[in-house]
């Protein structure tokens, strides 16, 4: 892409905003004025984002091709997603390593610190080690050839990319890479038998390392290992109370919460009790409604018969009906005894 637009590296340099601008961009000739919000956009910065679009316009690139392009797009897609996966990563491990190894990554930095955790092969395993296997860790191969052979061995391992060492002259090196591994080997152990781990005693360690290093330069005595701890332990101890102080906070906004939790599915329950009970209420009161429908259909029956025979032309009560049946049964039994006395006469006249 650089042949096609030359200028576009010389006014962003940075790899991540090359790529983007070059995805966005694509063709240089096919740029306007009306991608130029997309260009600050990218930028963040009008005055580079006018600068682009007139570079564009008297650029001396040559021309490129569509399939160039397509390539060309794909690639930076490719560069942009990776170094958007990279920051992401940054601040995953950021965030873990301050709660797992605060004060070591405080000391010596977060990346630093999670490779002397991942080579060591945890963060206990590390704090067992003694600082003359940490201030070498990552550098064994070197360290059995030049057994082997009798030469020089090395003076840091993974501890060398820390800022420390890189700002240590040349003489002071060792030295200060033997300092470094001292103050890493407290600072894992404080992480990992601490109850609550914070950072307080690697801000203090880092701060001894500085002075030690001002002292390699300038000859200014460094403050005492006894005065710094005991200002470090007086700090650490308020911290530790306002963390459990937070902690108690969270764990009664916790427990409310389980308890209205628990209460709203109390009376969910009942309400769905409640409603079970009324619907089976519901339920049973129209089959007694049924039986009484069924009661009543033979005595309906009854009448219609009545009606159909002539008897009766109009619905009369129950008790007027009984009498009724109760008059017609006597008039029977009137008639049979009538028969009987006529029967008994006509025998004896005989």
């Given at each position: 892409y650089g042949y096609h637009f030359p200028e576009l590296i010389k006014i962003v340099s940075e790899n991540y905003t090359y790529c983007r601008l070059a995805k966005f961009i694509g063709n240089r000739k096919e740029l306007s004025e009306e991608s130029l919000e997309g260009l600050e956009e990218i930028v963040m910065d009008s005055a580079k984002a006018q600068a682009i679009l007139e570079a564009s316009r008297s650029s001396m690139g040559m021309d490129i091709s569509p399939l160039d392009l397509i390539n060309i797009e794909s690639f930076s897609s490719r560069v942009i997603s990776l170094s958007e996966y990279r920051k992401g990563l940054q601040e995953y491990l950021r965030s873990k390593m301050s709660q797992v190894a605060p004060s070591l990554s405080a000391l010596i930095g977060e990346v630093v610190g999670a490779r002397l955790i991942s080579h060591a092969g945890s963060l206990t395993n590390l704090a067992k080690y003694p600082a003359s296997t940490v201030q070498i860790l990552?550098?064994?191969?070197?360290?059995?050839?030049?057994?082997?052979?009798?030469?020089?061995?090395?003076?840091?391992?993974?501890?060398?990319?820390?800022?420390?060492?890189?700002?240590?002259?040349?003489?002071?090196?060792?030295?200060?890479?033997?300092?470094?591994?001292?103050?890493?080997?407290?600072?894992?152990?404080?992480?990992?038998f601490s109850e609550v781990p914070?950072?307080?005693?690697?801000?203090?360690?880092?701060?001894?390392?500085?002075?030690?290093?001002?002292?390699?330069?300038?000859?200014?005595?460094?403050?005492?290992?006894l005065e710094v701890m005991k200002e470090a332990v007086a700090e650490a101890s308020e911290v530790v109370a306002e963390v459990k102080r937070k902690q108690e906070k969270k764990e009664k906004k916790k427990k409310k919460r389980e308890k209205r939790r628990l209460e709203a599915l109390a009376a969910a329950a009942?309400?769905?009790?409640?409603?079970?009970?009324?619907?089976?209420?519901?339920?049973?009161?129209?089959?007694?409604?049924?039986?009484?429908?069924?009661?009543?259909?033979?005595?309906?029956?009854?009448?219609?018969?009545?009606?159909?025979?002539?008897?009766?032309?109009?619905?009369?009560?129950?008790?007027?009906?009984?009498?009724m049946v109760e008059a017609d049964q006597e008039e029977e039994k009137k008639k049979k005894k009538k028969k009987k006395k006529e029967k008994a006469r006509d025998s004896e006249e005989d």
């Open positions: 990552g550098a064994e191969k070197a360290l059995f050839r030049a057994l082997k052979t009798r030469g020089n061995t090395p003076k840091y391992g993974l501890i060398f990319h820390s800022t420390f060492i890189g700002r240590a002259a040349a003489k002071n090196k060792g030295r200060i890479s033997r300092y470094l591994a001292n103050k890493c080997t407290i600072a894992s152990r404080i992480d990992c914070t950072s307080v005693f690697g801000d203090k360690l880092r701060e001894q390392v500085e002075e030690r290093l001002a002292f390699y330069e300038t000859g200014e005595p460094p403050r005492k290992n009942e309400e769905m009790e409640n409603s079970v009970l009324e619907t089976e209420e519901n339920d049973v009161e129209p089959k007694k409604k049924k039986k009484k429908k069924h009661q009543q259909e033979p005595e309906a029956e009854s009448e219609q018969e009545v009606e159909e025979n002539g008897l009766e032309e109009e619905a009369l009560p129950k008790k007027k009906r009984k009498l």
